[in-house]
Structure formats: C-alpha cells, structure tokens
C-alpha cells in the first residue's frame, strides 16, 4: 500500500526565519513526487514536482530536495513571511493518475 | 487563480440525501480528478475522467460516481449520503500526459 507520511505535523515560527519540513515515502512504482502548498479552506497550489533523477529544485523561498534511495523529500522554506503560513502537503505519485497525499504539516509564521 | 472553479461553494444535506457537485476545469485541460478532503488530512483520490470515461477510482464506494461532458467539466454525484461525507470536496485538472493538476477551491458538504 503507498503511504505518504509527513513531519512534524505543525510547526510555529517566528517570521524571518528558516524552517525544513520531511516526508517519507513508499510509493511504488514511483513517478514523481510533489510539495503543496494549501491555505485554509482552499484548493492546493503546486510549489515543486521532482522525478527519480532530481535532486533538488527551487521555487523561489521555497527548496525541495528528494533522496529517491531513501525515499525523502524535504521542502525548506527560507526567510519566511506572514503569508507562508499555511499547511504543506507532500505527494507521491504512482501509475500517473492517483495522487497519494501525506496529510500535510501545518505552518504558521508569527510576528 | 488556477482558473479551475467549483459550485456550490458550501452545501449542507441530511443524512440518505443525494448530492452533485460540479467543476470546471482550466482551459485546454481534458483530464478531471475529484478528491475527497476530511478535516485535518490529506485529499483522498475518489477518480478520474479522461474522454467522459472514468480512467480510474480509488477505494470509494459506488454511490460515488461522475460524468464529464464534452467540455471536460465534470460532476460528482453521492448519494445516500453519509455523516462521514462530511468534508471538502476537491477537483483538479490536467492535460494528458502533463505531470501537473491544477486544483479548484472546493466545495465544502457537510451532511447533518
């Protein structure tokens, strides 16, 4: 069974800062593997998708890094703002049509 | 934006009650997914329609079930509804053999 599984499950910060958050996955056959960024009562926005063969990639504050011997994933988030608060959600994808979902790790950014 | 929209946006039902969902998808995309979202985890895949054919489903039961027409926007049907359909139901689109999905609002049921 493909799980997704993601750390911590919340996380306070203080705005500025530099904060990483973790996914684990067992997704197989992998395809690809995808961070998202969900605000509160809406629909996920895509920040990263990365294949087998990448190792890192940026989406301006935002760097995921993927160990596909592992089968991590992090995603750290640089120099963080009010506006990043939110719940990020990590994604395996399998066959190419089913998106396996973490349950996300809620992030709220303080004054 | 992601110019993929749903209707209602909020909907309440009662219990043994049916209910339909709708989305449009981004323009140019063929492919519709729907999720199923509870408080505080993570979207559960309900299927995919590809060419008004469903082109795959996830471990939901029958009384789920969709169309999409031949402008790609797609409906979610559930009947006999259930206490714990209670939650945010998402839709995404994609094109065929794009990686991406581009996921809509939602359209928040809760069944009382």
């Known amino acids: 069974k493909n799980q997704v599984e993601q750390s911590p499950q919340s996380l306070i910060i203080l705005e500025g800062k530099n904060c990483t958050l973790q996914?684990?996955?067992?997704?197989?056959?992998?395809?690809?593997l995808r961070w998202y960024k969900q605000d509160t009562g809406r629909g996920p926005v895509s920040l990263t998708i990365?294949?087998?063969?990448?190792n890192t990639k940026s989406n301006g504050r935002y760097t995921a890094t993927l160990d596909a011997d592992t089968k991590q994933s992090s995603l750290h988030i640089t120099a963080s703002q009010l506006s990043d608060s939110a719940s990020y959600i990590c994604v395996g994808t399998d066959s190419g049509y089913a998106l396996n979902f973490g349950k996300g790790t809620s992030l709220l950014v303080t004054p | 934006e992601t110019g993929v929209t749903q209707s209602p946006t909020h909907l309440i039902k009662t219990r043994g009650q049916q209910v339909t969902l709708r989305c449009s998808s981004q323009s140019g995309h063929n492919t519709v997914s729907w999720y199923q979202q509870a408080l505080g985890q993570g979207p559960q895949f309900i299927f995919q329609?590809?060419?008004?054919?469903?082109?795959g489903r996830g471990n939901f039961p029958p009384r789920f079930s969709g169309l999409q027409f031949p402008n790609y926007s797609s409906e979610l049907n559930v009947n006999a509804l259930e206490l714990d359909d209670s939650a945010l139901y998402l839709c995404a689109s994609s094109w065929t053999g794009s990686n991406e999905q581009f996921f809509g609002p939602g359209t928040r049921l809760t069944v009382l």
């Open positions: 996914c684990n996955y067992t997704v197989s056959p992998f395809s690809n």
């Open positions: 329609y590809y060419r008004e054919e469903e082109n």
């Open positions: 990365m294949t087998f063969s990448e």
